[in-house]
């Protein structure tokens, strides 16, 4: 159980409480949202004290870009060892993230670049302003991804569209993002946060069991064999609909009080 005062944050980040979500900003624009170990343990420990009463988590960045990677003067003080331990924090952090209590949506802009597209691939739902690209420029940097950009990416869009980012500094815009499903949704620039804002608002008032069972277990049945598969999807499906929840909810529509599904 957390109390619901927002944690404590670095001043490279920034949260604001509205309504049932939280609205989390990168918040050091000056170095275009560069991902140094204040910000990546300050979302370790963001996303650990999160008052129980926050449901979703809309997440964007300061200035003109959501985020260019990796702090580069960071990466020049490690030794090898050092390397692997660094990268082994961010998959515990970004872990978190992905696997925590409560689904997060990225609001993209600008630069999404190397462990700027790790941290969005971490996010449950994307949303990208037409000014987004991404780019993984480890490649031009002499190094590799190490916030789990080679696990979560190639489930996005491929193992060999991700070699040909990396291996020539191909860039994607933010339509050829749209197609590729790096986003969800895209948006006119200046819309993004408050496009986030909305779906955040609108899977806060999902049944906390369906929002857990979409996080947690739909990601693993889809990398299960198909037997595992239905029966993990079954027991799911069985514990998702017999909570109070759904019980209300599927008693709200069939009398007639509850919204049809309309067009979005
Ligand atoms: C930085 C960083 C950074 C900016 N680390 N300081 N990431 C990259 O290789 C991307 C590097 N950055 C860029 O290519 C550009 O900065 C952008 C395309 C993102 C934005 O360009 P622009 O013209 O708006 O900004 P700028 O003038 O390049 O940068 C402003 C300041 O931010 C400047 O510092 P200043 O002291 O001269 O003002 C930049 O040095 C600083 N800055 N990006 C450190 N990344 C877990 S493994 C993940 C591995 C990776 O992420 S590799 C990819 C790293």
Same mark, same amino acid.
Not at 32 to 36: C, D, E, I, K, T
Not at 51 to 54: G, K, Q, R, W
């Given at each position: 159980m957390t109390s619901s005062a927002l944690p404590e944050l670095p001043a490279s980040l920034h949260a604001e409480r509205q309504g049932e979500i939280d609205i989390l900003r990168l918040n050091r624009a000056q170095k275009? !949202?560069?991902? !140094?170990d204040e910000i990546v343990l300050g979302l370790e420990g963001f996303f650990n004290k999160l008052?129980?009463?926050?449901k979703a988590i809309a997440l964007h960045g300061a200035g003109d870009h959501f985020s260019a990677g990796l702090d580069l003067s960071e990466l020049r003080v490690n030794s090898v060892t050092e390397g692997v331990h660094h990268s082994r924090s961010w998959h515990r952090v970004f872990d978190i993230i992905e696997f925590g209590r409560v689904p997060v949506v990225a609001v993209m802009h600008g630069a999404v670049v190397g462990g700027g597209l790790e941290l969005a691939a971490t996010a449950h739902v994307r949303v990208a302003e037409r000014s987004t690209f991404y780019a993984l420029p480890e490649g031009i940097r002499g190094i590799f991804v190490g916030g789990g950009g080679s696990v979560r990416v190639p489930r996005l869009i491929g193992v060999s569209r991700m070699m040909n980012m990396m291996l020539t500094g191909h860039t994607y815009n933010s339509e050829e993002g749209q197609a590729l499903g790096l986003s969800h949704h895209i948006v006119d620039n200046g819309a993004g946060l408050a496009k986030g804002i909305e779906l955040a608002t609108r899977i806060a008032t999902n049944a906390p069991l369906t929002n857990f069972a979409v996080m947690h277990a739909l990601p693993r049945i889809a990398e299960q064999d198909r037997s595992s598969g239905y029966v993990m999807e079954a027991l799911m499906a069985a514990i998702a609909g017999g909570d109070e929840a759904a019980k209300k909810r599927v008693t709200d529509f069939l009398e007639k009080r509850a919204p049809k599904v309309s067009q979005s």
């Open positions: 275009r !949202n560069a991902l !140094n008052p129980d009463d926050v």
